[in-house]
Each structure stands twice: as structure tokens, then as C-alpha cells.
């Protein structure tokens, strides 16, 4: 899902003062910081099935690398990145660890350029489809449970918790559809470039990479992708009430 090739060390200092501020603000604000917290479950869910899907689809396409590595496992410690997870945490734009793939080992079903965009995909899809389950459970629990239980401390809390997981899920899987390496969007877009846009594309692939942390950084990425998580968010939950 997200693997950098530049200097590691100065990265994380950038994103470990950002999430000192955050968490500095979110201290400031007790309701806020409760509601991170609440929080919590849904990144676990979200980034071990984003994983996960990658994995499990590379050994469907023939490739033993992420099952010989122990990725096919819904265990979140065998996907989470400690930094990424604190970003997703804190300001909601991370990662998990790695999943590592070998296209040659692909079977020629597909091309191994096809065959790892459709492993990109598989995460990003999945993070959508999860989303779409809870927002199923949520109007299950909102429909048949009683009406003290939801305005209750527990149902509250229960609620929030569905609630993060699904706008976590869309955040997540929007995220990863942005076109810039190191996203799986970069990967999913490349079999469809023209020959010599994909070259350019893969010849500048570092300038790229400081593209996207710079949008990133500053916030632009967010700017940018927040209206598309709303919207779909929304879409999601709608789809879910009727089908209730």
C-alpha cells in the first residue's frame, strides 16, 4: 500500500510533529480526544482488511510472497504500521505495513502490469465494501434495538464506534485512489496510460512522491479528498437505510 523510497528519518520527524500537535489539540478538547478514541477499532479494521485484501488477491493471482511473509491473516499486528497507524489515528490520513508482492509470479491470466493493479484495487475495494457492511449494522442495531439502549452511554458509544468504522473505511479507501505514487492509485491507473505517458509517469516517479507529501503535509490532500469521502459516506448510508 505505501512504501517511500526517500529518506525515512526526516518523514517521521515531519509527521511525529504533527501528530504531537494534534494530539496537543485534541487534549485541549476532552469531547474530541473521546471520540478519537472511539475511533480506535474502526483503524484496526480498516487498515488489517486494506492489507489483507491485497495479500489474499496477490495469492489468488498465483503469488505466494505476502502468504510466505504471514499477511493472509486478519491479525491486525501483521499489518500495522506504528507510524502510519498514529496518522490514521490522529489525522486520519495513514498507512499499514507494506504488503509485498512479486507480479512475476502472477499467473499470465493477466499481464503482471494488470495483475498489480488489480491487487491495488483489491484494498481501496474492500475498505468500500466494509463500509457498506456497517452501515448495514448500524441501522440493524438502529432499527431493532430499544430506544434507551441507543440513547444510552453504551448504545452511544456502540453507535460512534460503527460510525468511525465507516467513515474511516471510505477515508481510507478514497485516500488510496489518488493517482500519486505511493498510493495503490498510482498502480491502478498505470495499465490504461499510453506508452510513453506511462514512461514519463514511472520516470519521474520520485518527483511524484514529493508531490504527494507536500500535498499531504499541508493539508491539501485532505482539502481535497474530504468532499469526495463525505459524499460517498453519505451515498453508503443512504443505499443501506433503503435496503433496511
Avoid at 490522529?90 to 498489480?116: A, C, D, Q, Y
Avoid at 466494509?130 to 448495514?136: D, E, Q, T
Avoid at 514519463?200 to 507529501?213: D, G, P, R, T
Wanted: proline share 5%; net charge neutral.
Amino acid at each position: 500500500m505505501f512504501n517511500f523510497s526517500i529518506d525515512k528519518r526526516t518523514l517521521y520527524i515531519v509527521i511525529a510533529i504533527l501528530v504531537v500537535i494534534s494530539l496537543a489539540t485534541l487534549l485541549a478538547s476532552p469531547e474530541e480526544l473521546y471520540l478519537t478514541l472511539l475511533g480506535i477499532p474502526g483503524v484496526l479494521v480498516a487498515i488489517t482488511f486494506h492489507e489483507f485484501a491485497h495479500g489474499i488477491t496477490a495469492y489468488m493471482l498465483g503469488d505466494n510472497t505476502a502468504k510466505n511473509e504471514g499477511r493472509l491473516s486478519l491479525n491486525p499486528f501483521a499489518h500495522l504500521d506504528p507510524i502510519g497507524t498514529l496518522m490514521l489515528v490522529f489525522l486520519h490520513i495513514g498507512w499499514g505495513r507494506p504488503v509485498h508482492i512479486n507480479p512475476s509470479n502472477f499467473t499470465r491470466k493477466f499481464s503482471m502490469e494488470k495483475g498489480e493493479a488489480i491487487v491495488s484495487l483489491a484494498g481501496p475495494l474492500m475498505n468500500i465494501i466494509l463500509a457498506f457492511v456497517f452501515g448495514i449494522v448500524y441501522f440493524v442495531v438502529y432499527k431493532f434495538a430499544t430506544a434507551a439502549f441507543i440513547e444510552s452511554e453504551i448504545g452511544f458509544i456502540i453507535m460512534q464506534m460503527i460510525m468511525s468504522t465507516i467513515i474511516t473505511n471510505v477515508g481510507l479507501g478514497v485516500f488510496n485512489l489518488i493517482p500519486l505514487p505511493p498510493l495503490d492509485g498510482s498502480k491502478i491507473i498505470r495499465p490504461f496510460l499510453p506508452y510513453k505517458a506511462k514512461q514519463w509517469f514511472m520516470n519521474n516517479e520520485q518527483i511524484f512522491y514529493l508531490v504527494f507529501i507536500v500535498i499531504w503535509i499541508t493539508g491539501i490532500a485532505g482539502r481535497i479528498i474530504s468532499p469526495a469521502i463525505v459524499w460517498l459516506a453519505d451515498k453508503i448510508m443512504n443505499i443501506c437505510s433503503l435496503i433496511l
